[in-house]
């Protein structure tokens, strides 16, 4: 038998290797969020939960466990006949729950005197989330930070995807936040404040701080998350800043794009443009939905665009980016692959670390306007430094 009480710190800095992490919550709290890779085994289901929980307070502590603990015993049977049962003598797990208590106690238990090594969770899930809060905070100190500011539709996220492919480290908080920052911008359903932190902390902690990390420009909120306070702050205050612009007509193109499918449902366009009635005035906003009614929306995008958004994010970028008016310029002629691609490969191709120049950037469907070529003339160096 062996079992052993493992330190959230512990258990996320790497130095303790287990072949799987176990969390054996319900499934609604495994959604909410949990820790990178875990498997959800749960020895209570929400009903289950539920029904525990209110016998603990109606009743008695002592019938809640009796009635838990049959539920448990079963619960943990079908996991060890569906999961364990081909598991070598070797394999090593880590099992949690919401506080490293009873739950994962009494899998933890079973699966140590089967003759499995066994870490359990001190203070569970709660002791994970403190680390996670604590680290949001110091994560982005030591990173270099380039930022992609741009107008809607400029092609900011497809070209923070084509860095990916170029290998290039990029941070894209609207894929994690599963929306695309705008009103109009929602791609399905986000996942909860904790699971968002969870997913910028993963993806924080996997940078090389010797390499600029890109990034969009976002607002304090995502849809309906919060970008972490610390990452925004440190995007804002010494983020470098690359102005990314294309042709209105190209944009057009782009967004009817990417929002087929809202185009698609005329109303449910027309019900998405309401709440800018509070901020544009109703005699505007009926405009836009006679454009869309009528079919007309690639009128309706450009409306949009120069009514709505542009101001909008020019107000926004000029508070919030002291230096965006001083920043090289990126002109992409469309948003198709090829074009991302190619500017991809020039801000990736730099010499050091990263570096805007002219001769480099300065190619078909790449190009840096002339009058910041002086400010862009200067490389910056693995620290951050010009």
């Not at 609207?174 to 986000?190: D, F, T």
């Not at 970028?317 to 008016?325: G, N, Y």
Request: net charge positive; aromatic share 6%; proline share 5%.
């Amino acid at each position: 038998m062996s079992l052993a009480r493992v330190e959230a710190a512990q258990a996320l800095s790497g130095t303790v290797n287990f072949d799987a992490v176990i969390d054996v919550r319900s499934p609604a709290e495994f959604a909410d969020d949990h820790l990178p890779g875990a498997l959800n085994w749960p020895v209570l289901d929400d009903a289950e939960r539920a029904r525990v929980g209110l016998l603990y307070k109606q009743i008695s502590p002592h019938e809640a466990r009796k009635v838990g603990a049959a539920i448990v015993a079963r619960r943990i049977a079908e996991h060890i006949e569906r999961s364990v049962i081909d598991q070598p003598r070797e394999w090593r797990p880590l099992v949690y729950c919401w506080r490293g208590g009873q739950r994962s106690g009494s899998l933890a238990l079973v699966l140590s005197q089967i003759g499995f090594r066994v870490g359990q969770l001190v203070g569970g899930y709660r002791a994970y989330r403190v680390v996670v809060r604590d680290q949001l905070d110091t994560l982005p100190s030591p990173l270099q930070f380039v930022v992609l500011c741009g107008r809607t539709g400029s092609g900011k996220t497809r070209l923070l995807q084509a860095l990916g492919r170029q290998g290039a480290q990029a941070l894209d908080l609207e894929g994690l936040a599963n929306h695309r920052g705008s009103l109009l911008g929602a791609m399905g359903e986000q996942p909860t404040q904790k699971r968002f932190d969870s997913l910028v902390w993963q993806a924080l902690r996997g940078f090389d701080p010797a390499r600029p990390v890109f990034i969009e420009s976002e607002s304090a909120r995502i849809g309906n998350l919060r970008v972490p306070p610390v990452l925004l702050d440190r995007l804002r205050s010494s983020g470098r800043c690359v102005r990314v612009q294309m042709a209105d007509t190209a944009r057009i193109g782009l967004l009817t794009e990417e929002y087929a499918a809202l185009i698609a449902d005329v109303e449910a366009c027309c019900r998405a443009l309401d709440p800018l009635i509070a901020l544009r005035g109703r005699a505007l906003v009926s405009s836009w939905q006679t454009l869309a009614r009528g079919g007309r929306f690639a009128e309706l995008i450009g409306a949009l665009m120069a009514e709505h958004y542009d101001p909008l994010y020019e107000r926004s970028m000029k508070t919030s980016f002291a230096s965006l008016a001083d920043a090289p310029v990126l002109e992409l002629p469309d948003g198709t692959a090829a074009s991302l691609d190619a500017a991809a490969r020039g801000l990736t191709g730099a010499p050091s670390c990263f570096a805007l120049r002219h001769s480099h950037l300065g190619r078909p469907g790449v190009l840096i306007s002339p009058h910041v070529q002086a400010a862009v003339a200067g490389e910056i160096g693995p620290g951050g430094e010009a």
